[in-house]
């Protein structure tokens, strides 16, 4: 089970989102465009996904239900209740990245087969997840928290603890 003040924090983790009040609901848009919206009774979050990805997470997260307008797929309903902070991360994320101007979710180009500077060692799920951040070199890594970094799907403790080693080894210094 998540909480809302997961899914605040989460949000905020993401680059120019701003929270406005809309029809009396709290709203979070990138660019002007709204991709999470909490429920009058704040037991719930709607999430702004294209027809494919809001299946993905009907399959995923039981109890998560189909948001339309008229027959138009526009995301997912999905209760705080029935997801864990991980799965509230990566469906964030998702919808986030849909309503986010290209500028802010193109991952920086690298060169083919490897990985920025980033080291290899932390595995391909949490490089697969800096590169889904747009993150592919340490200094960009050094923008970010340990803790904003180890919040993302697929990265865990071990790969936070080896991104610290090469940032010291190459003396960046984490942000904050």
């Known amino acids: 089970m998540t909480t809302l003040a997961h899914v605040r924090t989460a949000v905020k983790r993401l680059d120019e989102v701003e929270r406005v009040e809309h029809r009396g609901l709290e709203t979070y848009t990138v660019a002007g465009q709204a991709f999470l919206t909490v429920t009058h009774d704040r037991t719930a979050v709607q ?3 294209p027809a494919d990805d809001a299946a993905t997470v009907l399959d995923d997260i039981p109890g998560a239900t189909v948001l339309t307008r008229g027959s138009s797929v526009q995301g997912v309903t999905i209760p705080l209740s ?3 902070g ?3 991360n990566a469906v964030i994320g998702r919808a986030w990245t849909f309503r986010a101007p290209q500028r802010l979710t193109r991952v920086p180009a690298v060169a083919a087969g ?5 080291p290899r060692a932390i595995g391909r799920p949490a490089t697969n997840a800096l590169h889904g951040a747009g993150i592919a070199t340490l200094a960009q890594v050094a923008q970010r928290t340990p803790e904003e970094i180890g919040a993302l799907h697929g990265v865990g403790p071990k790969a936070v603890r080896l991104l610290d080693e090469a940032l010291r080894d190459a003396g960046i210094a984490w942000r904050g």
Do not use: S
């Open 47 to 49: 999430l702004r996904l």
């Open 82 to 84: 029935a997801m864990n």
């Open 86 to 88: 991980m799965q509230a």
């Open 114 to 118: 490897v990985d920025g500077d980033l």
